[in-house]
């Protein structure tokens, strides 16, 4: 998956975090990012203006300090303990509106990270120190995975959602190559790193049809098995990633990410089984009177294309039509967009 262009994973985080309106806001150009942290830096460097521009989130958080006059609640256990009461002086705590909150620390926490990354281009770097002076009165804080689980979010700072999630990706996500000199541009990816782009590709996929196909209903739809007994305790939850319908057909699109997309069991190639046997239980017990047909929607590139290009990966399994494609995201996104165009009108319009 290295081959990717930077610029792709960001028109993928636009649609999969449904900020669409400003796809296009960032200026690219030709311009070739030498690796994930430059797109990193131009991205917060874009939106973190629009932020300082709006003005800084705030919310109430606790001071405690000793003082010669009452102000909010006195402390007296900690006012007897330290011994400031000899000194006719309370420790008292009250609430103050700050930007010295959890978001703010953060972001500033991230520019810190991309601001000493030795693979950051220069202007880049300058201009992420410009805007890191925005942030000296903002305290310092380590950031790990859980920090970012405490947040929430509300209609006064949801602006703040996309960057929170950019500074999420560079946080615990995003790594240069191992085995890379840092200048390739590429990324490596782990099996923690799996799982966050299968979820920024699943939710992409989603949202591009939601946003494109608004005549069709698009949805992970919930499916129930097929079983006669009404015991459904042990019975695992089925929900597809994709599904489009309208009153007469009905897609499943089973979106995943791997390096490999076919595996080889003794000198064999094959889908992998557990894929094929996940796509036929959404097929063989969604209940649609119309046409049914499944997709196992596989994340490649050129490499894996010239690979499987003469390949014809469509069958029939009963009476239901079923094929495995791979989207090409080494392309311009117009192609990519191409492809994904005609996966609904050769299923839809033909």
Known sequence: MNNIPIKNIYYMLCYAWN???????????????????????????YFLNKLIKRGFYKNYILIEEDLAMLKGKIDFSNSIKTNVINQKRLICQYDILSTNILFNQIIKSTLDKLINSKYLDEELKNKLIILSRY????????????????LKYHRNNIHYKFIINICKLIHN????????????????????????????????VLNYYKINYQNFKVEPKPIKWQIKNYNFNFIPNMKTDITIYNKQKCLIIDTKFYKEIIIKHKDKEMIRPSHLYQIYAYMNNIKFKGNIKGILLYAGTNEIIDKYEKEKFDYKIQDKDFSVKILDLSKDWKNIENQLNEIIEDFFLK
């Open 19 to 45: 900020i669409i309106d400003e796809i296009n806001d960032i200026e690219f150009g030709d311009e070739k990012f030498e690796n994930i942290y430059n797109l990193m830096a131009k991205i917060l460097d």
């Open 135 to 150: 942030f000296i009165k903002i305290k310092d804080i380590k950031i790990s995975s859980n920090t970012f689980k405490t």
């Open 173 to 204: 996500n995003f790594i240069l190559d191992k085995n890379s000199d840092g200048n390739s541009g590429k990324f490596y990816i782990d099996k923690n790193e799996k799982k966050t782009m299968h979820r920024i590709y699943e939710k992409f």
